[in-house]
């Protein structure tokens, strides 16, 4: 059973930092993406940092320059560094894995459960 495990988030004042914590619960063959997507209110989820393969990495305008999206192979874990929050990035955050997977030798994506994340001014 492969569960993402998130951790991290909570309230913070603007221009403070935070970062959030997905734990991966099984073994993987190989990373296609990890991505951590937001859904901000009345909004449609959407991706924000995404990490490939070989290391690249890449962002959403809105958020390029303040977050840093990475990963610990060792530890199973991906995380999102956030710096100099802004009240629009408050909403709900999720870390999403696609990979091949050890456990049934499928390629497929997972979501982790969530976090919020609120920035007041």
């Known amino acids: 059973q492969v569960q993402l495990v998130q951790s991290g988030g909570g309230l913070v004042q603007a221009g403070g930092s935070l970062r959030l914590t997905c734990a991966i619960s099984?073994?993987?063959?190989?990373?296609?993406?990890m991505n951590w997507y937001r859904q901000s209110p009345g909004k449609q989820r959407e991706v924000v940092a995404t990490?490939?393969?070989?290391?690249?990495?890449n962002y959403a305008d809105s958020v390029k320059g303040r977050f840093t999206i990475s990963r610990d192979n060792a530890k199973n874990t991906m995380y999102l560094q956030m710096n100099s929050l802004k009240p629009e990035d408050t909403g709900v955050y999720f870390c999403?894995?696609?990979?091949?997977?050890?456990?049934?030798?499928?390629?497929?994506?997972?979501w982790g459960q969530g976090t919020q994340v609120t920035v007041s001014s």
């Open positions: 999403n894995v696609d990979a091949t997977w050890i456990a049934t030798g499928q390629t497929t994506f997972y």
């Open positions: 099984q073994p993987i063959t190989k990373i296609n993406k």
């Open positions: 990490i490939s393969t070989d290391g690249n990495t």
